[in-house]
């Protein structure tokens, strides 16, 4: 079932709320971000393979993505996948060269592919919203591959939902690049161990489409909801696509052991190859390409209503 039909009368439903004050604060691992004097996330320049936002405080006041590898896994929870970094984004085939599944040091104590945060462009605090603006080099080696520069803008409400848009220009500065068609990428969340569908405390998956759970792996979609308990309380992260996003329906390696993320590229990995038609990339020298992505943070199960009017004041942007 398709949710198309919500959208005409999606924004009576969004609730309107007092706009949170967003500070920023630089320390030497990157950004502190607070809304109303309390931290709702870090970015982090250096964090394994790519910068990373760590930790992400959601409505309730709880910690919303997994910590390892940031701190130790928690009692009885998982440790797969270290290079799942909370909130970040990487490709598994970039000129064949993996920046998804790697580690920083390839052991002889040369740096492998990574991403490397260059510099700030502008770190700013607006009153109810805050823009952070970074370059980034991706890197294998000593050798830079291409480059990215990425804005997130940061906003909520007082005492309730907040979100982070990214906008992201990946460019092929200094020789073409192919983004390969591989499942492995790209924009991705880990979300906490206690939300997974697969931990049976009432986690589930919601797509725009209507599918839900296992079934809305590798399919296109517009938005995608994660919900599940976090310290008792029901908590939703919801990933929105811009429709001025290059591929704005793309597909989703979601899966319900916690990885949460959109990838434009993926194709021959995910079944029902009719229902999107995407693939690699190839960017000519001096060309690119920009990814616009809204990642909400709400409290509560998926509220399909909510979640359109969401997306609609997002694509009116």
């Known amino acids: ?177 192919t983004f390969g068609d591989t499942k492995e990428g790209t924009f991705a969340i880990r979300v906490a161990d206690s939300m997974r569908v697969d931990a049976k405390q009432g986690g589930r998956i919601v797509n725009s489409e209507g599918l839900e759970d296992a079934k809305a792996w590798g399919q296109p979609a517009r938005w995608v909801d994660y919900t599940g308990p976090v310290e008792r309380k029901t908590q939703g992260i919801a990933i929105l696509c811009h429709p001025k996003s290059f591929r704005p329906v793309p597909r989703w390696h979601v899966r319900t052991y916690g990885l949460f993320a959109v990838n434009p590229f993926g194709q021959h990995d995910f079944p029902n190859p009719e229902a999107a038609q995407q693939g690699a990339v190839v960017l000519k020298k001096g060309e690119s390409l920009t990814f616009k992505y809204r990642v909400w943070f709400h409290g509560g199960a998926t509220d399909v209503e909510k979640t359109e009017a969401m997306f609609r004041e997002y694509a009116s942007k």
């Open 1 to 177: 079932m398709r949710y198309w039909f919500l959208a005409i009368s999606a924004m009576v439903f969004f609730p309107v709320h007092s706009l949170a004050k967003v500070t920023l604060e630089r320390n030497d691992r990157g950004v502190v971000v607070k809304i109303d004097g309390e931290v709702f996330t870090e970015y982090h320049t250096q964090a394994g393979q790519a910068p990373a936002c760590w930790p992400i405080v959601g409505p309730g006041g709880s910690r919303v993505t997994r910590g390892y590898p940031f701190t130790p896994p928690e009692k009885g929870g998982t440790r797969d996948h270290p290079h799942h970094q909370s909130l970040w984004m990487t490709h598994g085939d970039v000129n064949k060269i993996d920046f998804w599944a790697t580690n920083r040091n390839d052991g002889k104590g040369e740096a492998g592919p990574h991403i490397a945060h260059r510099e700030f462009v502008r770190v700013e605090s607006h009153g109810d919203t805050a823009e952070l603006v970074t370059q980034n080099d991706w890197m294998n080696g000593n050798q830079r591959v291409c480059e990215d520069s990425t804005s997130l803008v940061f906003g909520g409400q007082a005492g309730g939902d907040r979100w982070i848009d990214y906008t992201i220009l990946l460019k092929a500065s200094d020789r073409d690049v």
